[in-house]
C-alpha cells in the first residue's frame, strides 16, 4: 500500500510539474513581439516591442521642418536658418518620424540616416510600424539581403507608398525582390547603390510586369549601355512608369539608342505575338461567357431566335452599319452633321467668322464675362477629368500595322520623364533621342496621351550647338506642360489698352 501511495503521489507531481511549464510557457507567448496590440501611439508601441525583443530602444525624433512648412508665421527681423545643438548629436542615431496629420499620435514617414540597422531592429520597426506609415527612408543603413527580406514582409504589412534605399550596395543585385505582385510601391529610390548591368537584368524583368511603381530613381550607378538595354527591354511592355531618372550612369550613345527605339514603335516578337494570341483567346472566353443565357428552346431572352445570328455577325453589323440596317441610316447620320464641317470634322476657319456675326459688336465688358465663364467652365471640367491615364496591354492595342508579316505596335508613351544628365552621350545619341520625340510630337495619340514631357541631358558630350541638339531643346520647351506661349504685339497691346 505504502509504494502505491509514493507511486501516485509520484504522478501528481510530474503532472503538476508539466502544468506549471505550460503555465510558463503561456505566459511567455503573451509577453512575445507577436503577441503585443499595437495602441496606435508609435512612441509606446516601439518602446515595448523592443523591451519584449531585448533590442536597445533608438530615440525617436521629430524631423526638423521650415517654418512655413509647419505653418507658423516668421518673426519681424533675420530669419533662423539653424538650430544649435549638443556636440556629435547629429551623429548619433536616431529615428526622425514626421506625425500623420489627422492623427499626431501616430506617423506617416520615417527617416534613418548614416547609422547600421541590423535585423532585431528592422523586424521591431516592422512590429510597431502603423497602417499609416507611407514613406520610409533608409540612407546608407549597411542593409544586407536579410535586412531586405525584412522590409519586403513590412511592406507586405503596411503597404508602403514611397521607399528609399539609397546607398546601399549589399543589396545591389536584390532589389528585384521589391518589386512582388502585391508591390504597392509608387516611388522607389536606388541611388548610389554600385548597381551593374548584371544587377539590373532581374530588376528590368520584374519592372515589365510591375503595376504600381510610377517614379523610379537610379542615379548614380554603373548599369551603362548594356544595363540600359535591359532596361529598356523592360519597358517595352511597362505602362505604368512615368518618371526615369539614369543620370550618372556611364550611358553613351548606344543606351541613348536603346531607350529612343522603344520611345516609337515596337515590333513583337515571336514570344510576344504569342503572349497577345494567348490573351486575346482569354478575352474571347470571357465575352462568350458574357452571352445572355439562352431559353430552353434555343432562343435567348434578348432577342427572338429567327433574328439571331452569330456573335462575329453581329459585331460586323454593330461595327459597320453603326447598329442599323439599310442605307437610310446613313442619309439620317449625315444629316445630323453640324454646318460647317466635312466627314465629321470641324472647320474652325470657317465657323470663327460666322459666330463673330452672330455675336454682333458687344461691348468689352461683355467680352470679358464671356471669357470668364468659359474659364471656369473649363476649369470645372479639368477638375473632373482623370489625373492619370489609364494605358491598355499594349499586346492588345488595336492601332497596330504590319510590315513583311511583323506586328508593329505603338511604343512607350506612358514616360514622361527621362533624366540623363551626367552621362557620355554625344551629337549621333541626341540626334537619336530627337528623332525619337519629334515622332511622338507628329503621330496622333488618344486623348490625354502625351509622351515625353521632360527630357534634360546636362554634362554630356554633345554639342550644344548642334541641329538636332537645339531642334530638340526648342522641342521640349514646346511639349512642357507648364510652358506658356509668349504673347503677340497685338494681345500685349489690348492688355495694356484694357489696364
Known amino acids: 500500500m505504502a509504494k502505491k501511495k509514493e507511486k501516485s503521489t509520484a504522478k501528481e507531481e510530474t503532472v503538476q510539474a508539466v502544468e506549471g511549464e505550460a503555465d510558463e510557457e503561456e505566459v511567455g507567448d503573451d509577453n512575445s513581439p507577436e503577441a503585443y496590440t499595437l495602441t496606435g501611439d508609435y512612441t509606446i508601441d516601439f518602446t515595448e516591442i523592443c523591451k519584449r525583443s531585448e533590442v536597445n530602444p533608438v530615440p525617436l525624433k521629430q524631423r526638423a521642418q521650415t517654418?512655413?512648412?509647419?505653418?507658423?508665421?516668421?518673426?519681424?527681423?533675420?530669419?533662423?536658418?539653424?538650430?544649435?545643438?549638443?556636440?556629435?548629436?547629429?551623429?548619433?542615431?536616431?529615428?526622425?518620424?514626421?506625425?500623420?496629420?489627422?492623427?499626431?499620435?501616430?506617423?506617416?514617414?520615417?527617416?534613418?540616416?548614416?547609422?547600421?540597422?541590423?535585423?532585431?531592429?528592422?523586424?521591431?520597426?516592422?512590429?510597431?510600424?502603423?497602417?499609416?506609415?507611407?514613406?520610409?527612408?533608409?540612407?546608407?543603413?549597411?542593409?544586407?539581403?536579410?535586412a531586405l527580406h525584412t522590409i519586403i514582409s513590412m511592406n507586405s504589412k503596411i503597404a508602403l507608398k514611397t521607399l528609399c534605399l539609397d546607398g546601399n550596395p549589399l543589396c545591389a543585385g536584390h532589389f528585384h525582390l521589391l518589386l512582388t505582385e502585391e508591390c504597392t510601391i509608387t516611388s522607389l529610390s536606388l541611388r548610389s547603390n554600385k548597381i551593374s548591368c548584371t544587377d539590373i537584368a532581374p530588376f528590368a524583368a520584374a519592372l515589365a510586369t510591375n503595376k504600381s511603381l510610377t517614379n523610379l530613381s537610379l542615379h548614380n550607378n554603373a548599369i551603362g549601355d548594356?544595363?540600359?538595354?535591359?532596361?529598356?527591354?523592360?519597358?517595352r511592355m511597362n505602362r505604368v512608369l512615368l518618371t526615369l531618372n539614369l543620370s550618372g550612369n556611364e550611358i553613351s550613345n548606344v543606351g541613348s539608342k536603346h531607350l529612343s527605339e522603344i520611345l516609337t514603335s515596337l515590333t513583337l516578337t515571336h514570344e510576344e505575338v504569342v503572349a497577345r494570341r494567348k490573351l486575346i483567346s482569354e478575352n474571347k472566353t470571357l465575352l462568350a461567357s458574357d452571352e445572355p443565357p439562352t431559353t430552353p428552346g434555343g432562343r435567348t431572352k434578348d432577342r427572338p431566335g429567327s433574328n439571331s445570328r452569330t456573335g462575329s455577325h453581329t459585331a460586323l453589323d454593330k461595327k459597320g452599319k453603326g447598329g442599323t440596317s439599310g442605307k437610310g441610316s446613313k442619309g439620317k447620320q449625315d444629316k445630323i452633321e453640324k454646318p460647317g464641317t466635312k466627314d465629321g470634322r470641324k472647320s474652325d476657319m470657317g465657323n470663327k467668322g460666322k459666330d463673330d456675326k452672330r455675336k454682333g459688336g458687344g461691348d468689352g465688358k461683355s467680352k470679358s464675362k464671356t471669357k470668364g465663364n468659359v474659364g471656369k467652365k473649363y476649369q470645372e471640367?479639368?477638375?473632373?477629368?482623370?489625373?492619370?491615364?489609364?494605358?491598355?496591354?499594349?499586346?492588345?492595342?488595336?492601332?497596330?500595322?504590319e510590315t513583311d508579316g511583323k506586328i508593329i505596335v505603338p511604343g512607350n508613351y506612358a514616360l514622361?520623364?527621362?533624366?540623363?544628365?551626367?552621362?557620355?552621350?554625344?551629337?549621333?545619341?541626341?540626334?537619336?533621342?530627337?528623332?525619337?520625340?519629334?515622332?511622338?510630337?507628329?503621330?496622333?495619340?488618344?486623348?490625354?496621351?502625351?509622351?515625353?514631357?521632360?527630357?534634360?541631358?546636362?554634362?554630356?558630350?554633345?554639342?550644344?550647338?548642334?541641329?538636332?541638339?537645339?531642334?530638340l531643346a526648342d522641342l521640349m520647351v514646346r511639349r512642357d506642360p507648364f510652358y506658356e506661349q509668349p504673347l503677340l504685339e497685338e494681345d500685349q497691346s489690348n492688355i495694356t489698352a484694357a489696364t
Not at 548594356?226 to 519597358?235: C, P
Not at 471640367?381 to 500595322?401: I, T, Y
Not at 510630337?441 to 554633345?462: A, V
Request: proline share 5%; glycine share 6%.
Open 381 to 401: 471640367e479639368k477638375e473632373q477629368e482623370p489625373d492619370v491615364v489609364e494605358f491598355q496591354n499594349p499586346l492588345l492595342e488595336s492601332n497596330l500595322s
Open 67 to 146: 517654418p512655413l512648412a509647419q505653418g507658423t508665421e516668421v518673426a519681424e527681423g533675420a530669419p533662423i536658418t539653424y538650430v544649435t545643438k549638443d556636440k556629435f548629436e547629429y551623429l548619433k542615431p536616431c529615428i526622425e518620424i514626421e506625425n500623420d496629420d489627422e492623427n499626431k499620435s501616430s506617423i506617416k514617414s520615417m527617416f534613418i540616416k548614416g547609422w547600421k540597422v541590423d535585423v532585431p531592429l528592422l523586424t521591431v520597426l516592422s512590429l510597431a510600424a502603423p497602417q499609416s506609415l507611407t514613406t520610409l527612408s533608409l540612407w546608407r543603413c549597411g542593409l544586407d539581403l536579410d
Open 416 to 471: 514622361t520623364c527621362l533624366n540623363l544628365n551626367n552621362n557620355k552621350i554625344s551629337d549621333p545619341g541626341v540626334t537619336y533621342l530627337y528623332k525619337a520625340v519629334h515622332f511622338q510630337d507628329n503621330r496622333t495619340m488618344k486623348r490625354g496621351i502625351k509622351g515625353l514631357l521632360r527630357l534634360t541631358l546636362r554634362n554630356n558630350n554633345f554639342d550644344g550647338e548642334h541641329r538636332h541638339a537645339v531642334e
Open 226 to 235: 548594356e544595363g540600359t538595354a535591359h532596361l529598356a527591354k523592360g519597358l
